[in-house]
Nanobody, 124 residues
């Protein structure tokens, strides 16, 4: 698994926003699909969003469509996840991971290793 570092999590009230960052080290995100995943307490890790190598193919989980936006800045070698209208059920540790495929992301079960993630807590 190519090295990526997540940041940007924190505590936010329901309805608030956060922007997560996923910075690549030693490789260029321009050539890989990158996915965001999350794991809530007591639940399995799930895919949240995926952006293809060229940035044209983007996918979202139904639970975040219309609220989250994934983007890629090749110059900064970073993939972002803008999260708006946050809900308590968005509370989780968020991870990013690269894919060996340019057009699609791997499902969580096929990703061999993970970074430390960044914790998002949505609570009043």
């Amino acid at each position: 698994q190519l090295p990526l570092v997540e940041s940007g999590g924190g505590l936010v009230q329901p309805g608030g926003s956060l922007r997560l960052s996923c910075v690549a080290s030693g490789f260029s995100v321009e050539y890989y699909a990158i996915g965001w995943f999350r794991q809530a307490p007591g639940k399995e890790r799930e895919g949240v969003s995926c952006i293809s190598s060229g940035g044209r193919n983007i996918e979202y989980a139904d639970s975040v469509k219309g609220r989250f936006t994934i983007s890629k800045d090749n110059a900064k070698n970073t993939v972002y996840l803008q999260m708006n209208s946050l809900k308590p059920e968005d509370t989780a540790v968020y991870y990013c991971a690269s894919s060996p495929y340019g057009s699609t992301c791997l499902p969580p079960a096929r990703i061999p290793s993970w970074g430390q993630g960044t914790r998002v807590t949505v609570s009043s």
